[in-house]
């Protein structure tokens, strides 16, 4: 071949590679802005929340859940507490930047779609936005002992819970920050990390997610929402769309077939981002194409939790004002949970999936709530057979580990010793870092435990419960 010929096809060969490492460095940087912005998302809500409604100090924050749990490519990512304005800011290296704003009764919001001043503009009215003072004392509201339960061995509940705040190595990797056991409405243990006590309100992560089902029997007891209905939502309106088949059981089942992803390591992952990328949980789930039939497979997933959060929404109906109280006038107040705080989204609906703030006492007051089968000091708060329902194995979840909303296993995260031992009737609201709130109704017993555990099977769960029990 002559060089006349060859010379336009190496040029054409340049170009095609050059367009080729062009659009790499193109796909990389746009992935690498996406990284930047969902990490500057969780710096900014995680810092906001810890300092504002926590009540801990910044550089705590600091050292313990950015620098020291997550990647360290976190510590590059400021985070600016203003008090004034009451939000925080963080950025990588000045890219990036995000910003939380608190806001009274509402906790912290990721200003994502809208300004900080207009979010701010839109909290609560004065005159009933701020809470209760915390620490309300414990008082006895369960219900007499039933015949035959067992008491607590006081020697063994000391022993399991100087072993929950030991740790195995020279590294920390339970960090338990507070154990609030309750044995027939009485307070028989409880005890605090360094910097938490009794007024601590520290995060539920997914424990939240069992909230929402209480919130949802509320209603259905109201008669505003009905298990088996399908649910509304305005990304499915079209005709024809598969996914106006799916009901509120189904969500509650985590059997709704919608695509999503629920893994933690991956920042551009649906769960991750949904939290601290976006300013529309709901509407980012909702969008999702149905991977499966909706009722024939299950998987756990954020994104439902966050659809049924709107749900709740549109059942309670009236100004926003209405929805953003529902909770606490529903279910907080009457159980006095005075610390009590789900978050919302820029959108204005709560992240019913992970973003609820307790003491571990008000964790327990809603463990008492199920314990007594939903009733609370004589007063039906959910409806009639509510808890069978929820403690019922959801008929696609394997192995029956997942009721309503309520685990019925721990597994091998919180479990690596296995769940031998335990009595059959005990199930569980778990979330993110071992936070987990267990109901054993044969024992008359609810135990907290909340912490910032890091790596598979740091906190063992089960193990912990056996030796409250004597059971091993």
Known sequence: ?????????????????????????????????????????????????????????????????????????????????????RTVRSAFLGLGERVAVYRDGLGCTLALGVGPGELSSRGLPANVAALPARGT???????????????????????????????????PTRRTRAVVIVQDGRLVAERYGADFGPGSALPGWSMTKSVMNALTGVLARDGKLALDAPVSAPEWRAAGDPRRAVTLRQLLHMSSGLAFTETYGNPLGDVIWMLFGTGDAAGYAARKPLAAPPGQRW??????????????????????????????????????????????????????????FATARDWARFGLLFLQDGTWEGRRLLPEGWVTFSVTPAPAAPDGVYGAHFWLRLGRGYAPSGEHGLPPDTYHAIGHEGQILTVIPSHRLVVVRLGLSVGRGAWDHAAFLRRLLGAG
């Open 1 to 85: 071949m002559s060089s006349a010929v060859a010379s336009p096809w190496r040029r054409w060969w340049r170009r095609a590679a050059l367009a080729v490492v062009l659009a790499i460095l193109l796909t990389a940087g746009y992935f690498a802005r996406q990284v930047i912005l969902v990490g500057n998302g969780y710096v900014a809500k995680t810092m906001c929340s810890a300092v504002y409604v926590s009540g801990r100090k910044p550089q705590a924050v600091r050292d313990a859940e950015i620098r020291l749990n997550d990647p360290g490519i976190l510590r590059l990512v400021s985070a600016d507490v203003e008090r004034s304005s």
């Open 137 to 171: 004392p414990w008082a006895v509201r369960a219900a007499r002992a039933a015949a035959g339960s067992p008491a607590l061995d006081p020697p063994l509940v000391t022993a399991a819970v100087d072993e929950a705040f030991a740790e195995p190595g020279p590294v």
């Open 299 to 356: 998987s756990y997933s954020s994104g439902t939790t966050n659809i049924l959060a709107r749900a709740l929404r549109g059942a309670v109906g009236g100004a926003e004002a209405d929805y953003q109280l529902f909770p606490r006038r529903a279910l907080f107040e009457p159980l006095g949970m005075t610390s009590a705080v789900i978050e919302p989204d820029a959108a204005g609906t709560f992240v019913g999936s992970s973003l609820m």
